[in-house]
């Protein structure tokens, strides 16, 4: 049983949250009361209203006895942040952020954090779901992605 | 110099002005259009951009690997922080300058390596402060990068350092009395110097030394 914070209730964070509740601890950080709604009425998520960048809110979610923290907002520089302050001042030992700018990603990657880019992995499943080629490594299709070599 | 300010709010414009004004080469950029054009019929369109700072594309375009200094002012914390860091980590700029909004994050900003900060409410917090408390220990400022603090406190009748001389203080270690403000003049410390009611007295230590500072200073609340 893993003690988990999750930054982000829209559709990834929700799913994420509803997924992991079955066997591990879960809280839920979100700024939009109404976001709340969409893990439903029978879930087993802890939930605290505010911002995953306020110290605050972090402890108030438990930040500071969290084993893994998730940060996916639609807010790249949000998520970022909040990783920040989770990895350097709370120590979380594993944390996974949500970045949509291929270019921000891979600047933050290099800083040893560990960045998933929806676009790029959605791109590349879709690619070699239609040339039947078998599923590759996440970090393939995270550094694959052709944004970057503009 | 090469300055790039990012955020065409208040403080960006008129900071922008100003360095125009001491002939600077400066570029102010902001993401949305509309206000960018008002920006380029205040400032010059040769010193707007519109763009979005946090992006490599744009930080490409301007050339934020030539900047002399990369100035981040927008209204939210986080942008300033990827601004900053990007400036810092990928376009290997020297100099970064941060908005800071809310002064709890000074401390993450100074851990991720972005030294100069400047946060209105903190300094605005602290003029308050230095109004309203006497005996209290307010923070002025920080040196090596927070690790050594400058604070001040006001003496009452009450405080237990009042009547006593310099020299006769148990000072925390590494700790020096640097400035007496009395009567509107300021003192030169020595140890016979003895301390009255009224008295600013300002302090340099290290920060993690400020605890041990007030309990001698600051009389215990009843």
């Keep these: 049983m893993m003690r988990v914070v999750i930054f982000g209730c829209g559709r990834t964070g929700s799913s994420l949250g509803l997924m992991l509740a079955k066997n591990h601890q879960v809280t ?3 700024q939009n009361p109404e976001a709340l ?9 802890k939930v605290v209203v505010g911002s995953g960048i306020d110290e605050e809110v972090l402890e108030r979610a438990g930040i500071g006895e969290a084993d893994v923290f998730f940060a996916v907002t639609r807010g790249d520089n949000s998520n970022i942040m909040a990783a920040q302050i989770a990895r350097l001042k709370y120590k979380v030992p594993k944390i996974c952020i949500k970045v949509a700018d291929p270019h921000r990603a ?25 040339t039947e080629q078998p599923f590759r490594p996440i970090d393939e299709y995270n550094t694959l992605c052709e944004e970057l070599k503009l | 110099m090469y300055m790039i300010l990012v955020g065409g709010g208040n403080v960006g414009v008129n900071l922008a002005k100003r ?35 946090c992006e490599l594309s744009t930080q490409k375009a301007v050339g934020f690997g030539r900047a002399d200094v990369v100035i981040a002012v927008t209204g939210e914390d986080e942008d300033n922080m990827v601004v900053c860091q990007m400036a810092k980590v990928v376009w290997s700029c020297d100099r970064v300058l941060a908005r800071v909004n809310d002064p709890s994050h000074e401390e993450i900003f100074r851990q991720i390596g972005i030294d100069d900060t400047v946060s209105a409410t903190g300094i605005i917090f602290n003029l308050l402060e230095q109004q309203i408390a006497k005996d209290e220990l307010i923070p002025l400022g920080a040196l090596a990068k927070g690790n050594i603090e400058i604070v001040e406190t006001v003496l009452s009748s009450r405080s237990p350092v009042v009547g006593r001389r ?7 270690p590494q700790t020096n009395i640097v400035w007496i403000l009395r009567d509107g003049q300021g003192l030169v410390v020595e140890g016979d110097t003895e301390l009255k009611v009224g008295d600013e007295v300002v302090a340099l230590l290290p920060s993690d030394r400020a605890e041990e500072l007030r309990m001698l200073f600051v009389p215990t609340k009843v």
């Design chain 2, 166 to 172: 310099v020299r006769d203080l148990t000072l925390p």
């Design chain 1, 28 to 30: 839920v950080i979100e």
């Design chain 2, 19 to 53: 360095l125009i004004q001491r002939q600077h080469e400066v570029l102010l950029l902001e993401k949305d259009a509309r206000q960018a054009t008002r920006l380029s019929n205040m400032l010059g369109e040769e010193h707007v951009y519109v763009g979005d700072g």
């Design chain 1, 37 to 45: 709604r969409r893990l439903g009425t029978r879930h087993q998520c």
């Design chain 1, 106 to 130: 891979d600047a933050y990657r290099k800083m040893g954090f560990e960045c998933v880019v929806s676009s790029a992995l959605i791109a590349g499943f879709m690619s070699d779901w239609m």
